[in-house]
């Protein structure tokens, strides 16, 4: 059981395989096609059967799902993790990380990151690491900590294409890898945005493979174009050894392809599965497939192919956030002349990967300049990628004109505006969390508090008057209006158990809406605040 092996054995194991191995990649799926909302009551359901599938290895948290959990699931995410270790004995768990920025937006100090790193390492057997600048030195201190912990070090080259993005410029950034962390690693190309064609893939890969023979590969790709099943196949026959997927008919939209139409047409090149239980694949597809209708608020306004991504470049995440923005800032009907705009912000800013946190920084300036004017209203983001708070450009600087707009000065010298980040007061930071939650924080609570510190205390406050309200199976999470007078609630929870809630009495007032109920035959009243916008 890889489980048991050491990380130098893993890869091993992985470099020696005969055949390709399939990583479930729900993290991404849930952030690309439903905007991290998957609620752990449906990966608990099929949890079980997906450990018998053969995966080698589980993405469940990472990327945008560690903040979400906290703020829109109500859910620890270690917690989650203890659940899913639990529940998936047998397969490697995998974490998406945004390289210095963690699973945030900005850059974290050094000691925040190994503080944060440390604490994930406890349930996290790989991590798969990538930087939106291509900037190798910014993975320097989490690859440190996941070697540290004896984990697999995943780093992840950000794949795109255009004049710059050539063989040689992805090869110096596998040497860097390799004189930084060695070669006792597993070497990930991350196809975010859906770009490339097969033979590019396969090239790319057939002479990384030559470069650097002792370096097992994986292919992450997202089938928001409709192509990346042929693309996966082109990796594998070129030397790739893991790839990963989604469930049928759960995503595959902005994410990954599914697991078995891949397999399906590998055996049309007679690339026969070995180690991987099909029925397994259909049965845990089957469970959670029917639960797609509680997610579907959260679904892109647009589903569907988009061979546009060619174009605009955008990750599957930050795609289907596109659109729903666009909706709500009544820009809908003008998202094509956005991602035109897009598309020129991207090579005006040096022609970097669109991913996050880029994604998001290069989106909101390109609404920005059709809403205000280009570069008129420039973010604190923007601003901090100019000033090389995310790493150097890779291929070229924006030119000077965009400097002296943002800043609204002419600038003498760019590398005035960089600014140092310090290292965090941790020790100040843990007495903050005392003086506002009462108590002393364990070595959890104090990595997610040193993420997101607004964000966490609510979530203490809030399960401290709710309790583990995560339980609740989608249907009953994401109900819309009030449950009639006498309805119970039943459900089971994590450990199979059944509870009950009887709603009594729900009574409005002006400001507040006030529910009696019987949990689990337990009195309990519950008063909330109701916000302007939600009277009606």
Not at 241 to 265: F, M, N, R, T
Not at 410 to 435: P, Q, V, W
Request: one cysteine or more; glycine letters at 6%; charged letters at 25%.
């Amino acid at each position: 059981m890889l489980k048991d092996k050491t990380y130098k054995e893993i890869i091993e194991y992985v470099k020696n395989f005969d055949g390709y191995l399939l990583t479930n990649n729900e993290r991404d799926v849930s952030q690309s096609d439903f905007k991290a909302r998957i609620m752990p009551w449906t990966t608990l359901r099929a949890a079980a059967t997906r450990d018998m599938v053969g995966y080698f290895a589980f993405e469940v948290t990472g990327g945008a799902s560690v903040h979400v959990d906290l703020m829109k699931k109500q859910i620890n995410p270690f917690e989650k993790l203890r659940l899913i270790r639990k529940s998936m004995p047998n397969t490697l768990i995998q974490a998406g990380v945004r390289s210095h920025n963690l699973f945030g937006y900005r850059p974290y100090s050094e000691n925040v990151i190994r503080k944060v790193i440390s604490q994930f390492a406890k349930y996290v057997d790989v991590f798969r690491v990538y930087d939106f600048m291509n900037h190798i030195p910014n993975m320097k201190v989490v690859g440190e900590e996941v070697l540290k912990a004896g984990k697999v070090f995943m780093p992840s080259l950000c794949f795109g294409i255009g004049v710059d993005h050539t063989n040689e410029f992805y090869l110096s950034k596998v040497q860097e890898i390799v004189n930084l962390f060695g070669s006792d690693l597993i070497l990930s190309i991350k196809n975010f945005s859906a770009v490339g064609t097969p033979e590019r893939i396969s090239d790319l890969i057939k002479v990384i493979r030559s470069e650097f023979p002792e370096i097992p590969l994986a292919y992450h790709g997202h089938n928001t174009d409709g192509n990346d099943l042929a693309r996966m196949v082109a990796a594998i026959k070129a030397g790739v050894k893991i790839v990963e997927v989604c469930d049928h008919g759960y995503g595959s939209w902005y994410s990954q392809a599914p697991a078995l139409s891949l397999i399906q047409l590998l055996e049309e090149y007679n690339i026969k599965p070995k180690k991987l239980n099909i029925d397994a694949i259909i049965e845990s597809s089957e469970i959670i497939k029917l639960e797609r209708r509680y997610y579907a608020e959260f679904e892109s306004p647009f589903r569907g192919i988009d061979p546009l991504a060619h174009a605009h470049r955008l990750t599957g995440g930050a795609l289907s956030m596109a659109y729903e923005q666009a909706e709500k800032l009544g820009l809908l009907s003008r998202i094509n002349e956005i991602f035109k705009e897009l598309s020129m912000v991207i090579m005006e800013l040096g022609d970097i990967w669109p991913i996050t946190p880029g994604s998001q920084i290069l989106w909101s300036t390109a609404v920005s300049n059709i809403l205000y004017g280009r570069y008129e209203q420039p973010s604190d983001d923007l601003k901090r990628l100019l000033m090389g708070g995310y790493g150097p450009f890779p291929f070229y600087d924006p030119p000077e004109w965009i400097y002296e707009k943002v800043f609204k000065k002419e600038i003498k010298s760019r590398s005035s505006l960089k600014k140092d980040l310090k290292s965090e007061d941790i020790k100040k930071r843990e007495k903050e969390f005392e003086n506002q939650l009462n108590y002393q924080p364990s070595d959890e609570d104090l990595a997610l508090y040193l993420l997101f510190p607004r964000d966490f205390v609510e979530f203490v406050k809030f399960e401290e008057k709710f309790g583990r309200t995560w339980l609740l199976p989608p249907d009953i999470w994401f109900h819309k209006g009030r449950f009639e007078n006498g309805k119970r609630i039943s459900f089971l929870d994590d450990r199979g158990k059944h509870h009950w809630i009887d709603i009594i009495s729900t009574q409005h007032f002006e400001n507040t809406v006030k529910t009696s109920c019987l949990v689990d035959h337990h009195f309990k009243t519950y008063t909330i605040t109701i916000k302007n916008e939600q009277k009606t």
